[in-house]
């Protein structure tokens, strides 16, 4: 078991398929302690509804209780602030890792 992700909070995005959804199975992989409250948790988000609650199912079989799915566009500031919504409230505002794994070709201009 690899200490460095025991006890921690993430978020990845695009967390339902491909390097995304690596990344959440490692995180949990490596975060799985015999001590529940020890192991990590993750918030998953993806734009499809269905991919966040399949992924979300699935992964909640295999590490219970531990993966929280959200649906929302990332690209969005509305979508953006559904996560950080669910993040605050999950993880009572401590997040320790952020992965950015969607996929998206909008970009905003900077402020």
Do not use: W
């Given at each position: 078991?690899?200490r460095f992700?025991?006890q921690?909070?993430?978020?990845?995005?695009g967390?339902?398929?491909?390097i995304?959804?690596?990344?959440?199975?490692?995180?949990?992989?490596?975060?799985?302690?015999s001590?529940?409250?020890?192991?990590?948790?993750?918030v998953?988000c993806?734009r499809?509804?269905?991919?966040?609650?399949s992924?979300?199912v699935?992964l909640?079989?295999?590490?219970?209780?531990r993966?929280?799915?959200?649906?929302?566009d990332?690209?969005?500031e509305?979508?953006r602030?559904?996560v950080?919504?669910?993040v605050?409230?999950?993880?009572d505002?401590?997040?320790?890792?952020?992965t950015r794994?969607?996929s998206s070709?909008?970009?905003?201009p900077?402020?």
């Open positions: 078991m690899s992700c025991l921690r909070n993430y978020l990845v995005t967390g339902t398929k491909g995304g959804f690596a990344i959440v199975r490692s995180l949990l992989i490596n975060g799985t302690s001590n529940e409250e020890e192991s990590t948790r993750v998953i993806a499809t509804d269905q991919d966040v609650k992924t979300s699935a909640n079989n295999e590490f219970p209780s993966v929280i799915g959200v649906t929302c990332v690209s969005t509305e979508g602030l559904v950080v919504k669910a605050s409230e999950v993880f505002g401590v997040l320790h890792g952020l794994s969607s070709s909008r970009h905003s900077p402020s």
